[in-house]
């Protein structure tokens, strides 16, 4: 397997995984996760969990989510159909970071990957109809431990692709609280990045 893997301009912990493509007259091929390859780029996280969700609509925005410690994830997002825009965020207290964020299009078309270490807040705005991501996370879900942050958070400041009265949110992430009422979390130091 070949693996393409580069750090994110903005978030040097995010990574950007770009698995290769084996083209041929029928269409192509892509390991999109072989757990050798990703130790041999530095990646040494035991994923547990896969998730898949569908946004009808273009416009959905699902975040900014985290699980609080002892249950904090790692996730490895791609997406599947359509066009999302995926956003990172630092919650690390302490961070020369803290509260950057980075904003990178996952496709079904670009096959390319985030790894969004523990101790940032994850989301994404579909821009097309019928969104579909996969994720693997290594952490089973915690609902006691489910966390997240305003996305509309003046103090992260994320340009949304669309008008912010015409975005799709469930009620609860409408609730999420500001970033300075969460950053009182304790990240453990990371582990399983080897870069
Ligand atoms: C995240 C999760 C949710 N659920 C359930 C809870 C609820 O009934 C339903 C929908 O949950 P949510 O509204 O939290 O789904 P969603 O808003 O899609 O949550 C996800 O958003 C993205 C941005 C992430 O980064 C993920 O980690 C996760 O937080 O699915 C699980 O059973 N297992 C899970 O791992």
Request: proline letters at 7%; aromatic letters at 10%.
């Given at each position: 397997?070949?693996?393409?893997?580069?750090?994110?301009?903005?978030?040097?912990?995010?990574?950007?995984?770009?698995?290769?493509?084996?083209?041929?007259?029928?269409?192509?091929?892509?390991?999109?996760?072989?757990?050798?390859?990703?130790?041999?780029?530095?990646?040494?996280?035991?994923?547990?969990?896969?998730?898949?969700?569908?946004?009808?609509?273009?416009g959905t925005v699902r975040?900014?989510?985290?699980?609080?410690?002892?249950?904090?994830?790692?996730?490895?997002?791609?997406?599947?159909?359509?066009?999302?825009?995926?956003?990172?965020?630092?919650?690390?207290?302490?961070?020369?970071?803290?509260?950057?964020?980075?904003?990178?299009?996952?496709?079904?078309?670009?096959?390319?990957?985030?790894?969004?270490?523990?101790?940032?807040?994850?989301?994404?705005?579909?821009?097309?109809?019928?969104?579909?991501?996969?994720?693997?996370?290594?952490?089973?879900?915690?609902?006691?431990?489910?966390?997240?942050?305003?996305?509309?958070?003046?103090?992260?400041?994320?340009?949304?692709?669309?008008?912010?009265?015409?975005?799709?949110?469930?009620?609860?992430?409408?609730?999420?609280?500001?970033?300075?009422?969460?950053?009182?979390?304790?990240?453990?130091?990371?582990?399983?990045?080897?870069?």
């Open positions: 397997m070949t693996l393409i893997v580069t750090s994110d301009d903005a978030l040097p912990e995010v990574l950007h995984v770009l698995p290769a493509r084996h083209t041929d007259g029928r269409g192509w091929f892509s390991e999109t996760y072989n757990r050798s390859a990703f130790f041999a780029a530095g990646i040494d996280f035991e994923f547990v969990q896969d998730n898949q969700s569908r946004s009808e609509k273009a975040g900014l989510h985290f699980q609080k410690p002892p249950h904090e994830q790692v996730k490895l997002v791609r997406c599947l159909q359509g066009r999302i825009l995926d956003l990172v965020v630092d919650i690390r207290p302490g961070s020369p970071r803290f509260g950057k964020f980075t904003a990178v299009e996952l496709s079904a078309i670009n096959g390319r990957q985030l790894l969004i270490p523990a101790g940032f807040a994850h989301g994404f705005c579909s821009l097309d109809d019928g969104c579909e991501i996969y994720y693997k996370v290594s952490a089973h879900y915690a609902p006691q431990s489910d966390a997240g942050v305003a996305f509309d958070d003046p103090e992260i400041g994320i340009h949304w692709p669309f008008p912010t009265d015409s975005l799709i949110l469930s009620d609860k992430d409408r609730r999420l609280p500001a970033l300075k009422d969460c950053s009182d979390l304790v990240w453990p130091a990371a582990v399983g990045l080897n870069r």
